[in-house]
């Protein structure tokens, strides 16, 4: 490890905000229901290890981290993110509800709420974000127990998924440890 990046990890660890990478990771699944492109996978794998979450569940054509396109974005958090694969995001969405998770799909619909009102008590959850230009499918925004939205500001109604994801899991997490 270089000088810099050690004495960037003691100042953390001195400010109380490093935690230890052993323990339990943050009560958060990643559905990715049918990513096209493996680079944004590979960078939905970074943002996962980074902010810690449980694992990732890759639904349909997304691509695994076996595809190059992953394995060159992730820069080895493919390697440390516990993952699943199943091919129809409905099997996978009603395992992880039967595991206990409550569902909450990241998708701008009339029946959205802004995501700020994430809350404590939906712990465990299961983020699904959908594909790049179909979205989360049908059915799954229809029966989530939460469908959030990332407010817009812009002229632009929608973010890239891998953004809009991180955006989400950062925001998710900070809401759960506060």
Known sequence: ?????????????????????????????????????????????????????????????TPRPAHP??????LGAADLVPWRYFEDITEAVSLLRGEGYRIAALEVTPRSTPIQEVHP???????????EVTGVHPH????ADLVWEIPQYGVKESLN????????????VEKLQS
Do not use: W
């Open 140 to 143: 799954i925004l229809r029966t």
């Open 161 to 172: 998924v891998a953004v809009a994801f991180g955006v989400a899991v950062y925001f998710i």
């Open 69 to 74: 396109g992953v394995r060159k974005t992730a």
């Open 1 to 61: 490890m270089n000088t810099e990046k050690a004495a960037r990890l003691e100042r953390t660890a001195q400010k109380g905000l490093s935690k230890k990478r052993t323990g339990v990771r943050f009560p958060v699944v990643g559905v990715l229901d049918n990513i096209r492109s493996a680079y944004n996978v590979g960078s939905m794998f970074r943002t996962a290890e980074c902010a810690y979450i449980s694992e990732l569940v890759l639904c349909g054509i």
């Open 121 to 131: 008590a939906h712990f465990p959850l299961a983020l699904v974000v959908g594909n």
